[in-house]
C-alpha cells in the first residue's frame, strides 16, 4: 500500500528552524514531482512548496520564498522541507502530496495531489 509520511515538526521559537521529511512506503518518490501544503485551524489548505521528479524545479508559495527550501533524498525516498526564519503565521498542520500517476513537472495546487500524509504540526510561538 502506497503510503507518505511526515516527520520533524514541533514548537518552535519565532526565527527558529525546522526541518519536515517526507518518508514514501510503497513507491519510489524518484518519478514523482512532490508537494508540501499546510493548513491552519479556520484556513483554506494553502501549497508551500513542490519539487519536480528529477529534483530540478522547484516553486514556492511567495509567504515562504527565500525562507523555506525543498529537496529530495533519493538515496532515503525522502523529501526534506527545510523551514528558517519561522515567523507565528507559519503555524499550521504541514501536509505532503503525490500526484496519481508519474509525472515531470510539480504544482502547488492541491487538486493536482491524490495521496496524502496524515500531517506534521509546526508550531512557531515564544
Known amino acids: 500500500q502506497s503510503q507518505l509520511v511526515e516527520s520533524g515538526g514541533g514548537l518552535v521559537q519565532p526565527g527558529g528552524s525546522l526541518r519536515l521529511s517526507c518518508a514514501a512506503s510503497?513507491?519510489?518518490?524518484?518519478?514523482?514531482?512532490i508537494g508540501w501544503f499546510r493548513q491552519a485551524p479556520g484556513k483554506e489548505r494553502e501549497g508551500v512548496s513542490c519539487?519536480?521528479?528529477?529534483?530540478?524545479?522547484?516553486k514556492y508559495a511567495y509567504s515562504v520564498k527565500g525562507r523555506f527550501t525543498i529537496s529530495r533524498d533519493k538515496a532515503n525516498n525522502t523529501i526534506f522541507l527545510q523551514m528558517n526564519s519561522l515567523k507565528p503565521e507559519d503555524t499550521s498542520i504541514y501536509y505532503c502530496?503525490?500526484?496519481?500517476?508519474?509525472?515531470?513537472?510539480?504544482?502547488?495546487?492541491?487538486?493536482?495531489?491524490?495521496?496524502w500524509g496524515q500531517g506534521t504540526q509546526v508550531t512557531v510561538s515564544s
Open positions: 510503497g513507491f519510489t518518490l524518484d518519478s514523482y514531482p
Open positions: 502530496a503525490a500526484p496519481p500517476g508519474p509525472r515531470a513537472y510539480c504544482s502547488i495546487l492541491s487538486m493536482s495531489y491524490d495521496y
Open positions: 519539487i519536480s521528479s528529477n529534483g530540478g524545479h522547484t
